[in-house]
T-cell receptor, first 115, second 113 residues
Framework: GAVVSQHPSWVICKSGTSVKIECRSL??????MFWYRQFPKQSLMLMAT?????????EQGVEKDKFLINHASLTLSTLTVTSAHPEDSSFYIC???????????FGQGTRLTVV | GENVGLHLPTLSVQEGDNSIINCAYS??????FIWYKQESGKGPQFIID?????DKRQGQRVTVLLNKTVKHLSLQIAATQPGDSAVYFC????????????FGKGTRLSVIA
């Protein structure tokens, strides 16, 4: 299967600071990447869909100015949590898909803790 | 699917028994379904998938059944092993394009040795 690498795997930051999470497709070109958030003991909730070279599409209730998504190349998407607060503490997971292919490959996730 | 509550349903099975995990999906237009396994602190791991033109698909020790009439999926794990202990999610999508996966609530499988 294809490999998606997410970095960092965990991060602790102070309230009010910004954190950037990277999602890379290592052996294929990902025209679309998805960002999910998962709170403890809950399912994965889609935050946004990002297509290479265009603006991300955010799900209802997700603040686009707070969660900045950039998909500047076919192998890299980044999620920046701006002015992080403790309630943003969560497990963030990206997935990537090839053009026209429904199978999505997941990164290993990033545990964000805001203190 | 709707994600409510803080407590995942739990299924406890004896090692060696068969496990059946169920999932109700929400969108009648969904045409592709996947089961994922998620271990603590890790991303989802693909187990098996099925398209809407099928009602059963088998893999190694796993079988997925799809009932489109009642929008129901099940995952059967044969001869459950301690390493199968994890949270299992079903996911659905549609259009065979780059549409996102919608995840179900999840079920925690606990294997008793």
């Amino acid at each position: 299967g294809a490999v998606v690498s997410q970095h960092p795997s965990w991060v602790i930051c102070k309230s009010g600071t910004s954190v950037k999470i990277e999602c890379r497709s290592l052996d294929f070109q990902a025209t679309t990447m998805f960002w999910y958030r998962q709170f403890p003991k809950q399912s994965l909730m889609l935050m946004a869909t990002s297509n290479e070279g265009s603006k991300a599409t955010y799900e209802q209730g997700v603040e686009k100015d707070k969660f900045l998504i950039n998909h500047a190349s076919l192998t890299l998407s980044t999620l920046t949590v701006t002015s992080a607060h403790p309630e943003d503490s969560s497990f963030y997971i990206c997935s990537a898909a090839r053009q026209g292919n429904t199978e999505a490959f997941f990164g290993q996730g990033t545990r964000l803790t805001v203190v | 699917g709707e994600n409510v509550g803080l407590h995942l349903p739990t299924l406890s099975v004896q090692e060696g028994d068969n496990s059946i995990i169920n999932c109700a999906y929400s969108n009648s237009a969904s045409d592709y379904f996947i089961w994922y396994k998620q271990e603590s602190g890790k991303g989802p791991q693909f187990i098996i998938d099925i398209r809407s033109n099928m009602d059963k698909r088998q893999g190694q020790r796993v079988t997925v059944l799809l009932n489109k009439t009642v929008k129901h999926l099940s995952l059967q794990i044969a001869a459950t092993q301690p390493g199968d202990s994890a949270v299992y999610f079903c996911a659905e999508t549609w259009n065979s394009g780059n549409t996102p996966l919608v995840f179900g609530k999840g079920t925690r499988l606990s294997v008793i040795a």
